[in-house]
């Protein structure tokens, strides 16, 4: 099984560009999450997926940050414009829900920095 | 509602001692419960699970956890800790009330002394 796979896994780049994250769940997954991690506020959950449909985005910070997932196998997670507080790993997860629970499998996750 | 609570946010050991990560949580469901671990630079990766099974749980890497209703608690233990341990490991719960996401607790830092 190739796990969840990630794109890139590093990025710097200069403050006010776009920033577009990809992620490949694995395939049967109907849940895909995305998440950021840092130092100070540790892991949050930025966006859940079920069906393709997402259902909580109250964790997306703000309007510079949109997520699709225009098919089963793709997801993408946009910064427009980055700033430099954006720096962060972002990690991309995918689960099969069911009733009795769901284990969730992340990526290796993206490193992302913005100066 | 779930929530988690890892109750230390660090734990030191020496090599070779036993390790005790303590988690507890509460959940208006049957909840399933996961322990993940993060070395540095990686991705979080699965341990153990709990759902519902076993009440003692075996993970990866000589890991296990026991689940304990009466006390809510969902603690990580090891019998002799190795220095490839040192790493951050999360405490989850994921009670399926309709929610399906799972919540992670702050997340506790393991650091091993040759």
């Known amino acids: 099984d190739a796990g969840v796979i990630q794109s890139p896994r590093h990025e710097v780049t200069e403050m006010g560009q776009e920033v577009t994250l990809r992620c490949k769940p694995i395939s049967g997954h109907n849940s895909l999450f995305w998440y950021r991690q840092t130092m100070m506020r540790g892991l949050e959950l930025l966006i859940y997926?079920?069906?393709?449909?997402?259902?909580?985005d109250s964790g997306m910070p703000e309007d510079r940050f949109s997520a699709k997932m225009p098919n089963a196998s793709f997801s993408t997670l946009k910064i427009q414009p980055s700033e430099p507080r954006d720096s962060a790993v972002y990690f991309c997860?995918?689960?099969?829900?069911?009733?009795?629970?769901?284990?969730?499998?992340f990526g290796e996750g993206s490193w992302l920095t913005v100066v | 509602a779930q929530s988690v609570t890892q109750l230390d946010s660090h734990v030191s050991v020496s090599e070779g001692t036993p390790v005790l990560l303590r988690c507890n949580y509460s959940s208006s469901y049957s909840p399933s419960l996961f322990w993940y671990v993060q070395h540095p630079n990686k991705g979080l990766q699965l341990l153990l699970k709990y759902t519902s099974a076993a009440t003692l749980v075996k993970g990866i890497n000589g890991f296990e956890a026991e689940f304990k209703k009466s006390e809510t608690s969902f603690h990580l233990t090891k019998p002799s800790a190795h220095m490839s341990d040192a790493a951050e490991y999360f405490c989850?719960?994921?009670?399926?009330?309709?929610?399906?996401?799972?919540?992670f607790g702050r997340g506790t830092s393991l650091i091993v002394h040759p």
């Open positions: 989850v719960v994921s009670d399926g009330g309709g929610s399906y996401i799972p919540t």
């Open positions: 997926f079920n069906n393709n449909v997402p259902i909580d």
């Open positions: 997860a995918s689960s099969f829900v069911r009733s009795s629970g769901n284990t969730i499998y």
